[in-house]
């Protein structure tokens, strides 16, 4: 009974704060803290949910396989019942994928995860309000966690020099891919089409939309009848009107904008075009540059900040400000004829497993247990 009780208290139970399930952009942190939560709960952790003073409880049973429509997912424990959070078990972790609201520590151990840098590295692609709020996070409200989880080397390495936080107090474990880990969500035959290209991110100025529609206008590289398809909701700081004028320049080739787009549907697209691209000014991690190797894709993808770390088969880098370079990397690609994609490795490499096992250990190593013991099903 005694063993019983000890492992019991030994193995903790994690309390995620929900809020990123209610943004309306279901992109990046969302599905991040979406599939974090699925691969805790794979490592037999008891899984709870919070959003500020109160527990949230799924109005129905969950479903925790590791492939579903996570945007569904998160949605629905969302909007689950809310009661007051009480005292956590002295074993509980609080863990925060966002930022942190103000009001003081909730739980007895308590990890944030640091993304990226943005609002303090590239400011002008935020609103103000948006920049006031990391700022904030960054300064003041992150030492607060005992153990931040940063999610790429480059996001550790500006957190050194744009936080307070101790960098002993920062571990890096690298995220997992944003959707089909297991088994493709689009389970029918897809054909290729050499003739379509495919950009996955919200529209707003960090993914510079601009530059990559100019470029793909521009370029005497691609065939004329060439097309871009975007995958994505409309962001902040985004005229409608200037990127209506600019998708649609007499002539030109066609871009197609999709909006947000399911799981299943992602998994299709990303199979159906012949390669993938990503411009973006500035990244934490990258979803997209994974996701498009894990379906097989190749990607033009910039060559700054964290998206450096991405040095495989099938990625071809360019100067997101230069779009001499983005006809260089198209060249290689060409060159290449896309390599062969080694989708085993990635899965190796980006693991969900190892991101969960990063919270657990902290929690451990504060705790003098043994982690096979916190990781114990």
Known sequence: MQEQAREETDRPCVYVEAEPFAWRWFAGIPRYTARLCLALAAQGVDVRFFHRGEEIEPMSRLNWSQDQDIELWARRVWHGERRPLGTPPSSSVGLYCGVRPEGGRLFPFEVSVVHDLCPLVVGWTFPEAARWG????????????????????????????????????????????SLCLKTHRHSGRVRRSPKIGLAVSTVEPRKNAGFLIDWFHQTKELPPDMELWWVGRMGWLTSRTELKRITRPPGGRRVRFLGNVSDAALCKLYRKASWSIYPSVYEGFGFPV??????????????????????????????PRDASTVDRAWREFQGHGGGVIDSE?????????????????????????????????
């Not at 153990?147 to 080397?153: E, G, L, M, N, R």
């Not at 498009?292 to 099938?314: C, D, K, M, W, Y």
């Not at 902290?362 to 705790?367: K, L, M």
């Open 134 to 177: 990391f700022e904030k996070f960054f300064s003041e409200d992150l030492i607060d966690s005992d153990v931040a989880i940063a999610v790429s080397q480059s996001t550790k390495a500006d957190a050194a020099w744009l936080s307070p936080m101790p960098q002993e107090r920062i571990t890096v474990a690298q995220s997992g891919m």
């Open 290 to 319: 994974v996701d498009s190797l894990r379906h097989g894709t190749p990607v033009l993808t910039s060559a700054n900040s964290s998206i450096r770390e991405f040095q495989h088969e099938g990625v071809y880098f360019f100067d």
């Open 345 to 377: 490795e990635l899965l190796g490499r980006y693991d969900w497993e190892r991101v969960a096992r990063a919270v657990l250990d902290a929690h451990a190593r504060s705790r003098g247990v043994p982690p096979a013991i916190v990781r114990a099903a």
